[in-house]
């Protein structure tokens, strides 16, 4: 009993999956972009007939989907079949469709192949049978539309007919129109330019009217405070202050001027009497610019001791170094020392 329980979990297990445990079949692969809700067990058809079911959808990690098929072995379909998934009703589940010409001899795509697969929508679907009415629909509306257009053509070209002469008439009218327009265009363009100008230079007219109107304003303000002011005021009296004023900066000024010269001559007297100090061999100013011979000869002597000093301490530099020394050594004086005897 437990074998038998089994068994039927496993054969139930495989049939709502779409598998016939008695039944030879073949697996297939079909990768599409979108199944458009295709799940399994859905039925595989070919012209109608279910030759297998669907067994197995998977997301790839490219987000492509994976389609398993189990189809009867009995059946051969070659390599190039296409896996239509498309709705049998207006419901919308959803099957899968072989198309291919005819059953194969030779070439064959066995299990494990993976076949070529589209998606057909639930309009295409339901009106895929109807392709050559509708085609037929549409030959007849062409016949029938062009030839309309034929008579009206036939009509709007007989200038005999009222109608033929009223769209000539008209087509007279349009071309008159589009050179007239042609003519005006070209009259815009060329003036664009000018009109442009003009009417900145306007622009500009005003603006400057409006600042000139403002600054008028201001003066004629500026003008009536003026001469109200005027009148408030008696100009002999304010004249007389202005004048007094006047003579009392100028006398102070010309009395600063003269203390100035006076200082200044004082100055120019003191320098004259220095000059003549120093001219007269008198300060040790005098001495030094009366006696430059002798300074001259100071200050070379002093640069030829300096010299010396160096020399003697590149020399004997242990006269100058004592750090464990008791007693100096005793100076020799070079041969050819330049010193003064």
């Known amino acids: 009993m437990a074998l038998a329980a089994i068994f039927v979990f496993v054969y139930g297990f495989n049939f709502?999956?779409?598998?016939?445990?008695?039944?030879?079949?073949?697996?297939?692969?079909?990768?599409?972009?979108n199944v458009d809700g295709l799940i399994p067990p859905a039925p595989v058809t070919v012209n109608g007939v279910q030759v297998g079911s669907v067994i197995e959808v998977d997301l790839l990690d490219n987000l492509d989907i994976l389609v398993e098929l189990s189809l009867d072995r009995d059946i051969s379909?070659?390599?190039?079949?296409?896996?239509?998934?498309?709705?049998?009703?207006?419901?919308?589940?959803?099957?899968?469709?072989?198309?291919?010409?005819?059953?194969?001899?030779?070439?064959?795509?066995?299990s494990g192949d993976t076949l070529s697969g589209k998606v057909t929508g639930l309009v295409a679907s339901l009106t895929g049978d109807m392709s050559e009415t509708l085609n037929e629909v549409q030959t007849v509306m062409t016949e029938v539309v062009s030839s309309g257009l034929d008579s009206l053509n036939a009509k709007f070209s007989d200038e005999s007919e009222e109608i033929g002469q009223s769209f000539n008439d008209i087509q007279g009218i349009l071309k008159n129109l589009k050179r007239s327009t042609y003519k005006l265009d070209k009259l815009l363009d060329g003036s664009t330019d000018n009109i442009a100008k003009t009417i900145s230079n306007l622009e500009a007219a005003t603006s400057?009217?409006?600042?000139?109107?403002?600054?008028?304003?201001?003066?004629?303000?500026?003008?009536?405070?003026?001469?109200?002011?005027?009148k408030g005021i008696n100009l002999k009296e304010k004249l007389d202050e202005t004048i007094g004023g006047v003579n009392t900066a100028l006398n102070t000024t010309v009395d600063k001027v003269k203390s100035t010269l006076n200082k200044a001559d004082n100055a120019i007297a003191g320098v004259d009497d220095i000059l003549t100090q120093v001219k007269s061999g008198g300060g040790s100013i005098s001495k030094l610019?009366?006696?430059?011979?002798?300074?001259?000869?100071?200050?070379?002597?002093?640069?030829?001791?300096?010299?010396?000093?160096?020399?003697?301490?590149?020399?004997?530099?242990?006269?100058?170094?004592?750090?464990f020394r008791a007693k100096s050594p005793?100076?020799?004086?070079?041969?050819?020392?330049?010193g003064r005897q």
């Open 208 to 230: 400057n009217l409006k600042g000139t109107k403002e600054q008028l304003d201001r003066v004629l303000a500026n003008a009536e405070i003026f001469t109200t002011d005027i």
């Open 77 to 110: 379909i070659p390599k190039h079949s296409i896996a239509d998934i498309y709705s049998p009703s207006p419901l919308g589940e959803k099957s899968v469709r072989l198309l291919f010409d005819r059953v194969c001899k030779t070439n064959c795509a066995t």
């Open 16 to 33: 709502l999956k779409g598998k016939d445990l008695f039944k030879r079949t073949g697996t297939y692969y079909i990768v599409y972009k």
């Open 330 to 338: 005793d100076y020799k004086k070079p041969e050819d020392d330049p």
């Open 289 to 323: 610019m009366n006696d430059e011979a002798k300074l001259y000869k100071s200050i070379n002597e002093a640069a030829i001791d300096m010299q010396l000093l160096m020399q003697d301490i590149r020399l004997n530099p242990k006269r100058y170094i004592r750090f």
